[in-house]
């Protein structure tokens, strides 16, 4: 199966992971431009050498695209570029010719509003404004709070601008040209100027989603047609209407979502599953371990299931649950373990895990290297990383790598890198 997928920027799990993904199946054949043509934090990608890219690629089964990427340079250019309405339309018009699959799956994101004045991934004014632009979102222009004229004009013409864009995907949804068309929900709240766009694109017939870095990887799951029976198995059922951080609805919600999103079907008990996708979900309030967030970690008795599961742990934004992980890599049983997941937002967890599921399911040609060493890097990202060694010297790394290698084997020597000189995201080399 030949699918051709153009990522929203060049980050590891925007790049690295759909090819690692697709290193499941040795039956699939994943085309993606060079990364050095997509973009970063500070430059938008080289939007003329992917439309090439886009013209001479040859008969694709699949066709995956961030629509983001070619119109705005990728995600976070779509938030800062000051091109014009017009000059986005000719661009976009100028390349829909080359946009030619068996099925094509699209997605281009609802702007975000972070409820920060941290400016690192927004324009130059979001250090004194974010929060009070956030605020006024949220509250439908009730509150202002003195923030210039000419900054939340900007704003809200920027806003506009990405909204009708938007528009002309709907318009060519309606003309047969995408298999799938998602709008993402990135980093949302409950309630906003992007929730309201949102619930505009869907009355003129949109399919919206909360998340947005998942995405592509939730449509390569949707693009290999396979039925696997999926029974969503809470560790804190009670608490499952809870709603994550950065996002708009329960965590319930956002797990049917994500699974019909990737082409599966949700079953209502665990005898009549393919596999069982185990939620680790919070009680109450989602915690954050690098934002000081607390919240209770996992105090059962975690016993695997005797049939195929995968894990989204989701107790924690952005970073694994200590105490459940503890507990995970004394049981694991490679027969039915098929995959972990505890990156970022509940959406980027799930949309990942289950695309990772469905490539592994359907595999024809499995390729079980691959998947041991998915796991690791996954595994040393989540919770090595994320959940331990953030903002510490990365020499504490090889603790966790000695723990996991009794698991997943031996890779060699293992390699770290910031690639977007931050914290935030890590890069793990392994061969």
Not at 20 to 41: K, T
Not at 144 to 161: F, G, S, V
Not at 237 to 260: A, F, G, M, T, W
Request: proline letters at 4%.
């Amino acid at each position: 199966m030949k699918i051709a997928l153009l990522p929203i920027d060049n980050r590891p799990v925007c790049y690295n992971l759909a090819g690692d993904i697709a290193a499941l199946d040795g039956s699939i054949e994943l085309f993606m431009p060079p990364r050095e043509l997509l973009g970063d934090l500070n430059k938008p990608a080289d939007i003329k050498e992917i439309s090439v890219w886009l013209k001479n690629l040859p008969k694709m089964n699949a066709m995956i695209l961030s629509l983001d990427t070619l119109c705005y340079g990728g995600l976070i250019p779509s938030r800062r570029c000051g091109e014009t309405y017009d000059e986005l339309k000719e661009r976009i018009e100028n390349i829909k010719p080359y946009i030619k699959a068996g099925k094509v799956y699209a997605f281009s994101s609802i702007m975000r509003i972070s409820n920060n004045n941290y400016n690192e991934e927004e324009k130059e004014y979001w250090k004194d404004w974010g929060k009070k632009i956030f605020e006024y979102s949220y509250t439908a222009g009730a509150v202002n709070d003195n923030i210039p004229d000419y900054i939340l004009k900007d704003y809200l013409e920027t806003r506009k601008r990405n909204f009708e864009i938007n528009k002309i995907y709907l318009k060519w949804q309606k003309e047969g040209l995408f298999d799938t068309l998602i709008f993402s929900k990135d980093d949302c709240a409950e309630k906003g100027l992007n929730v309201e766009e949102a619930r505009k694109l869907e009355q003129m017939g949109g399919k919206t989603k909360t998340g947005a870095d998942e995405i592509p990887l939730a449509l390569l799951a949707r693009a290999i047609k396979k039925e696997i029976k999926v029974y969503p198995k809470f560790l804190e059922p009670e608490y499952k209407e809870c709603i994550s951080n950065y996002e708009d609805v329960p965590v319930r919600e956002s797990v049917l979502s994500q699974l019909e999103l990737g082409g599966f079907i949700s079953v209502k008990t665990e005898e009549e599953a393919d596999i069982v996708l185990i939620v680790n979900n919070f009680i109450k309030k989602q915690g954050e371990l690098v934002m000081g967030c607390d919240t209770e970690p996992y105090n059962g008795t975690f016993i695997p299931p005797e049939k195929p599961y995968c894990i989204a742990d989701v107790r924690y934004a952005n970073g694994s649950d200590n105490a459940f992980v503890k507990q995970l890599l004394e049981k694991i049983d490679m027969k039915y373990f098929c995959g972990y997941a505890g990156w970022n937002t509940t959406a980027n967890t799930l949309g990942s895990l289950l695309a990772g599921i469905k490539v592994l399911t359907k595999a024809g040609e499995y390729n079980e290297k691959a998947f041991r060493r998915l796991q690791m890097i996954r595994f040393l990202d989540d919770w090595a990383y994320q959940a331990n060694v953030r903002g510490k010297d990365l020499s504490l790394m090889n603790r966790y790598e000695t723990k996991l290698q009794t698991i997943f084997g031996d890779f060699g020597k293992i390699e770290y890198s910031y690639p977007w000189n931050r914290s935030f995201e890590i890069e793990i080399g392994i061969k």
